[in-house]
């Protein structure tokens, strides 16, 4: 948090939107211009300026990603990745049903947004005989969970299933539609 205040003072201070004076704030330049008082605070601060990538290219040099819509219904149609980035993953989720596992994940916290259809699904209490998933160390699957909160998902809703949560479908109103953000 502190970075970003840093940073959103900063830019400020660079754009002229606030006075700066190197005595009280020493993350401004000795030789500052003064500059007009800014307006009253607003309840909102903007956007911290973007990171730079690694090995110093300008943010210009980002690559950008667009998936057209095609794309993306296919992937929604029966649930799969749609783009990796180095901390995680953007994926299609699908179900008609609420078959499979329950799981726990040893990395990755997942963001859903509901996009079609409607799911309960329970979050937290204990794995029954969960076991790690074959090739996939760091995801623990069992046939279900004991205790946990349960909840009635529809369009609309988010919910963040942090690292180590055990989360599951128990019931789906096909077809549900979600996608997922997976960060590490």
């Known amino acids: 948090m502190k970075n970003r205040l840093q940073a959103v003072a ?5 754009s002229g939107l606030l006075a700066c004076a190197p005595a009280a704030r ?35 040099d980002a690559r950008v990603t667009y998936l057209p819509k095609d794309r993306v219904a296919a992937a929604f149609a029966k649930g799969g990745p749609l783009y ?5 993953k953007v994926m299609a989720g699908h179900r008609d049903d609420a078959k499979g596992a329950a799981e726990i994940h040893a990395k990755d916290t997942d963001v859903f947004y509901v996009l079609e259809g409607s799911a309960t699904f329970v979050t937290g209490g204990e794995l029954v005989d969960g076991a790690p998933k074959a090739g996939e160390p760091d995801e623990i699957r069992g046939p279900s969970i004991r205790g946990g909160e349960s909840r009635k998902l529809e369009k609309g809703d988010v919910i963040v299933i942090p690292r180590g949560v055990p989360h599951h479908f128990t019931e789906v109103t096909a077809p549900f539609n979600y996608l997922v953000v997976k960060v590490r």
């Not at 900063?10 to 660079?14: G, I, P, Q, S």
């Not at 993350?27 to 605070?41: D, I, W």
């Open 10 to 14: 900063h830019a400020a201070a660079v």
């Open 26 to 60: 020493p993350e401004c330049p000795v030789a500052a211009a003064p500059v007009a008082a800014a307006p009253a605070a607003s309840a909102a601060l903007p956007a911290p300026p973007p990171a730079l990538p690694a090995g110093g290219a300008s943010v210009a």
């Open 84 to 88: 990796a980035f180095d901390d995680g």
